[in-house]
């Protein structure tokens, strides 16, 4: 029993947390002439939390894309370059 709370507890920090990261990024995406692409690292900053933990919860979100011409940036699926989107180099 006690696995199970603690596997559903797991799930429930990671969805918040995911959560967390898709609305910070997206409200930072959003405005017109905003950059469409945001690193780690200022992810990290915005949303308190490490860096390894926002690659992993940006890596493991369905909305979220990441950049194959720059390294460690991030994107919301659809508003980021339909190049780097796509793996087109």
Same mark, same amino acid.
């Given at each position: 029993m006690a696995r199970h709370?603690?596997?559903t507890n797991?799930?429930?920090i990671e969805w918040r947390e995911g959560r967390r990261v898709h609305r910070w990024l997206d409200g930072a995406t959003r405005a017109d002439g905003a950059t469409k692409w945001r690193s780690t690292r200022a992810i990290a900053s915005f949303t308190n939390l490490p860096e390894d933990r926002v690659r992993y919860?940006? +890596?493991r979100h369905p909305?979220?894309?990441i950049s194959t011409k720059e390294k460690e940036v991030?994107?919301?699926s659809g508003r980021a370059r339909p190049e780097?989107? +796509?793996g087109i180099v």
């Open positions: 709370v603690r596997i797991d799930y429930e919860l940006c +890596s909305k979220i894309v991030w994107g919301i780097d989107e +796509s």
